[in-house]
């Protein structure tokens, strides 16, 4: 289950990833310009945990200009 977030710039990957990082979450960055975030829980995940993170993905992707 991985998924890719394309920022089309590497400077707004790197502000969604450092915000999501200060929440908890630890998220990497990759592509040619480090401008994809990405996503990868483990297979084994409880639902719970999975929206956790989603939710706190969802709130650095909205607060990152």
Not at 40 to 64: E, F, H, N, W, Y
Request: net charge negative.
């Amino acid at each position: 289950m991985m998924m890719g977030l394309d920022c089309s710039t590497g400077k707004l990957s790197e502000k969604i990833v450092r915000q999501a990082f200060e929440d908890g979450l630890v998220i990497e960055r990759c592509g040619t310009e480090d401008q994809v975030v990405k996503f990868l829980p483990p297979l084994t995940i409880d639902g719970q945990t999975l929206q956790r993170g989603l939710d706190i993905l969802d709130k650095a992707v909205r607060t990152s200009p």
